[in-house]
């Protein structure tokens, strides 16, 4: 039995296959043929092929991910280098090497978003090589066969592909719960258990037992153990069929169910009340200028369709520290988790966010959705008047915050005097609770959304709602688990939001509860 964090919940059953490795150049160099020019380019075309097949069936972050990397690849300073070197006497796996490294260098040296895109071209020059020297492509195992996949990390690349048919369940030797990894693999509904060094001697073939929920896996598990768990979790699912509609309690205590969506909307068909955060980002992302007003409307108009008379929380860019952008995160910021980031970026780039909301405004006129807007990162009740005044301005008239900066939560009554909701991000919460790097694997039990010191923010800020009334909800991952879910419910909170795949498992944790069973819970985890 090997433990590590719990990513993703769900169990499943299947063999192990390892994301190949990338290949490495041999130690001799054989002498040039009469046409490795031409062999590196046509290497070069079957790469980019390939990404632009994978392209083809997706859209939004996923498709921008993947056409950024075809852009990549066929960028001419590349050809060039790849001539160059040809021309010195190299061969072209060597060549292809070496055009790629001068840029990698040149981007890690950049840093900020740029630099994040270092893995992009080196999984580049990986295929490339792996093709010009006869070697398995390196990423994602090919073949038709479900598998569990086991990796050091998955690179951005590897997890927009990720195909919920075939992958049964992901172990990472390093990531955290609220890493890239985790959080795709939440929102595809695949169980996933991260920080697991020992994975690091899982066998391709082996049989394993993945339980995304305890962060366990069970290597080569006896047939009576593999059935066992079959049933289970065939009996789990028609459990969870069999509660539908709102969120409430044993006892009709209601908890609204949302979603968390970005560019991948699951559109209105999920069974949930709303949106509780629409993360816009996309919008931002991979682009040397901000998307234009008539952009942004079209884009938030065509999710609003999707949720007539519903909620639909839209979150304003969320730009800096994990989400840096050209044109308005300073790419020189010695710690962007603490720069200008979130709501602070308005203070450089006012006209990002008065565009943003007036796009959002018009967008709300042409649609019955119930349009709320939040702002992220607010850290005093100025900035949450600043923000409702801006966004009111707009004609925007059910305006929020959200709390992910402990100085929020512990004025949260003076905050939502300001405003008529919040919304606990728990995610930076945590963070900058327990000065935890989100994205650090190794700190994963300060992260812990059960920690004591975050349920107590949570209680404050709840407390501060129902004083006067005013709906708080949780949209972090702390509110897509079912285990935390009675305990939330029971600290005060109104709604959880979520990705659509944890929808049912939270409904069905808050169901089975009463309310008084969860305020006895609540206040039992405080202790
Ligand atoms: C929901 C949150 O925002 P994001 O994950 O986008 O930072 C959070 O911080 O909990
Ligand atoms: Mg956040």
Redesign the pocket.
């Known amino acids: 039995m090997l433990t590590g964090t719990p990513a993703s919940p769900g169990t499943a059953v299947g063999p192990v296959a390892r994301l190949a490795p990338a290949p490495a150049l041999p130690a001799a160099k054989p002498a040039p043929g009469p046409d490795e020019h031409g062999a590196a380019l046509a290497a070069l075309d079957e790469v980019v092929a390939e990404l632009e097949a994978r392209a083809a069936g997706l859209t939004g972050e996923l498709r921008d991910i993947m056409d950024t990397q075809v852009m990549m690849a066929r960028d001419p300073s590349v050809a060039a280098g790849i001539k160059a070197a040809v021309d010195r006497g190299e061969p072209a796996a060597w060549a292809v090497h070496e055009a790629f490294g001068v840029h990698l260098e040149a981007l890690a040296a950049i840093g900020g978003y740029l630099g994040e895109r270092v893995g992009d071209l080196a999984d580049l020059r990986d295929r490339a090589v792996a093709v010009l020297l006869g070697l398995p492509k390196p990423g994602l195992p090919e073949g038709e066969e479900p598998y569990v996949l086991v990796a050091v990390d998955l690179a951005p690349a590897d997890t927009v592909v990720l195909d919920p048919a075939r992958v049964l369940a992901i172990i990472t030797e390093k990531g955290g719960p609220?890493s890239h990894t985790a959080?795709v693999a939440r929102a595809m509904g695949i169980p996933a258990v991260v920080a697991c060094a020992a994975a690091a001697e899982l066998v391709p073939g082996v049989r394993v037992i993945v339980d995304g929920s305890a962060g366990s896996v069970e290597v080569d598990p006896a047939e009576e153990t593999v059935v066992a768990v079959r049933e289970a979790a065939q009996a789990r699912a028609r459990e969870l069929a069999a509660h539908t509609g709102p969120g409430r309690t044993a006892d009709d205590h209601p908890v609204a169910l949302l979603l968390?969506i970005g560019s991948g909307d699951p559109g209105g068909s999920v069974d949930a009340e709303g949106v509780g955060?629409f993360?816009t980002?996309f919008l931002f992302l991979d682009r040397t200028q901000a998307p234009t007003y008539e952009e942004q409307r079209t884009a938030y108009g065509a999710v609003f369709a999707q949720y007539p008379g519903r909620p639909v929380t839209v979150?304003t860019l969320?730009a800096g520290a994990?989400?840096p952008l050209p044109f308005a995160t300073a790419a020189d910021e010695p710690n962007p988790a603490l720069g200008v980031r979130g709501y602070r970026t308005a203070r450089r780039h006012p006209d990002l966010l008065k565009a943003q909301l007036d796009a959002i405004a018009a967008a709300a006129a042409e649609h019955t959705a119930k349009v709320r807007v939040m702002a992220?990162m607010i850290a005093t009740p100025d900035e949450a008047a600043d923000f409702a005044a801006a966004a009111r301005a707009a004609g925007l008239t059910d305006v929020g915050v959200?709390i992910?900066i402990p100085a929020a939560a512990l004025r949260a009554p003076a905050l939502l005097a300001e405003v008529d909701f919040a919304?606990?991000?728990?995610?930076?919460?945590s963070?900058y609770t327990f000065a935890a790097d989100?994205m650090l694997g190794d700190l994963g039990d300060l992260l812990d959304p059960a920690q004591p010191a975050l349920l107590t923010l949570v209680h404050m800020v709840a407390r501060a709602g129902a004083t006067v009334g005013k709906p708080v909800g949780i949209?972090?991952?702390a509110a897509a688990d079912p285990g935390l879910a009675p305990v939330l419910a029971g600290l005060g909170v109104t709604s959880l939001s979520m990705s659509a795949p944890a929808v049912p498992a939270v409904r069905a944790a808050l169901r089975t509860r009463t309310f008084a069973d969860c305020t006895d819970l609540a206040a039992r985890a405080l202790k």
Do not use: F, H, V, W
């Not at 919304?423 to 919460?429: A, E, Q, R, V, Y």
């Open positions: 609220t959080i968390n955060l993360r980002e979150r969320d994990d989400k992220p959200m992910e919304s606990i991000g728990t995610n930076d919460l963070q989100r949209c972090g991952e």
